[in-house]
């Protein structure tokens, strides 16, 4: 019996030493690796928080990739099949602080030219008033019109016109 | 010099090929029966230079027809060509049903001139009402055949002529990315346009000083709405107003001195007036509606505007130093973009039923509208500085185009730029000699 624990203790103080050992060698290895600078090859990767948009999202996430909400003629009321995508909207810029989102608001071409910048910036506003409704930051936010001076689409029809009364939205910050 | 030949002809090609697409295609689209007849008769070059290429009668004839007041004969049908008073066999007009006869000669001034005299009769009393001559440089002869047909008009009228004036407008030529849009500036008639300021965002509101010597107007040129000053003769021009949000709708007042405009800068588009001088704003309305298109009435006391604060778009007037705006337009679904006469007895403007945009004059004593156009999307109703004409904004197919219209609506006349979109007209004051 006393044998076997002198046994057990020496193999304990034996395992301590090579794991003593083992730890300095990892330290050295790690300056080396610091000193050798950021081409190793070793890939770095941010941090993720499960649920936190990214700005890959932006091209790759279906509810972030609505960027257009439509509008009735003469309305700046948000459609109810708009809200899903300025949560997402509202939750990328929640998500990441440094982003800078661009609203520019749209007119069909019925009325006049300046009455219509007002329209598009009237639009512009109610969609940047939902997405703070939704918690995104009106400091993240630019609203600009261009009336009806940028239709999508020329035709003077009804098809055309509800393609041109819209607000586009764009990053010009990430 | 078969070489030589052969560039003449290109250069020619290029000359020719370069005036086609910049000068407006006129064309008189409804009649004018009801107007008063008269004949203007060629005026024959009687001097030793090289004979002028353009015929003044030519530009006379085509000016009084555009006004709907007159119809004069045409070339083909004249039954004499005399060239002076002494000439004329008044039985012959009076029985070819002319009411007035322009005769006129071209002779050499000094140095390299040309002069006009002309003369203008009435064919019934067999009595001269006009006897004047006018000198000008061979490239000015336009603008004198305008000067006649001013003088013309007057005489017969009782009213100033507005046909040696100018008119600016905005094109767009090309597609996506490659779009330019250019703010020009022609002759009433639409011959001689000229480049004002060309880029490739939006231009639009082009205003006229009352000197006739600068334009405002809108451009997208830093990516948002800015107002923009420019002297026509220099080129030289200076940003008046680059607040947030929207700057747009400019115009000069009577005197020259302030400019109305629309800004965005407190969250919603209101009217304000700037001392042009010290550059300080006076905010004219407050309302969370879209306030927009301001323009003076000819004292510089009040501004006509658009305003949604009904529901829809109307028009309404306020005092220029702020107050209770009181609406003005009260016919249609919606009215837009007000024009007001130089004698504020009429106000036109684009009017909206359904789907349908038209220009209409309001008689403001009565109260009653009358529809000008036709159209289905009619808008930018512009007075010419005498009110006896209007241009307005058209769209045929995916293009702009513009048409001169007389106050009465009678007589219309389509101007289109050869290729490309044409938008916004704006009738400049009349011009000083």
New interface residues.
Partial sequence: MKTTSRVLVALAVCLAMVACTKKVKTDDNANSNNNAGADSGAQTNPMTEDGMYGPEDLDTDACLRQRVIYFDFDQDNLKPEFQAAIACHAKYLRDRPSARMTLEGHADERGTREYNLGLGERRGNAVSAAVQGSGGSASQQTVTSLGEERPTCLDSTEDCWSKNRRVEISYSSK | MKNFFQHLICLCLFVAGQSSAQVLDLGVISGNEGSLPIAVVPMAYQGKMTAPELQVSDVIRADLNRSGQFRSMAEASLIARPSRGSEVRFNDWRLAKQDFLVVGRVVDDSQGLYRIEYELYDVAKQERMLGLSLTSRAKGLRDVSHQIADQIYEKILGVRGAFWTRIAYVTANGVGKNIKYSLMVADSDGMNPQTVVTYSE?L??PAWSPDGRKLAYVS?ER???TIYVQELNTGAREVLASFK??N??PAFSPDGRRMAM?L?KS?N?EIYVMDLATRSLTQVTNHYS?D??AVWTADGQSLVF?S?RGG??QLYQVSANGGEPRRVSFSGD?N??ASVSYDGKRIAS?Q?KG?V?RVSILDVASGSWQSLSPG??D??PSFAPNASMLLYAN?EG?RGVLYAVSADGRVRQRIVLADGDV??PAWGPFRQK
Wanted: hydrophobic share 20%; net charge positive.
């Fill in positions: 939006p639009l509101s997208f990516g948002n709405s949000g929207i747009g709708a629309t965005s969250g588009p879209i927009t298109e658009t949604d829809r778009p919606s837009a973009k684009a909206g789907s945009y289905n999307l808008e930018s769209k995916r938008r916004e």
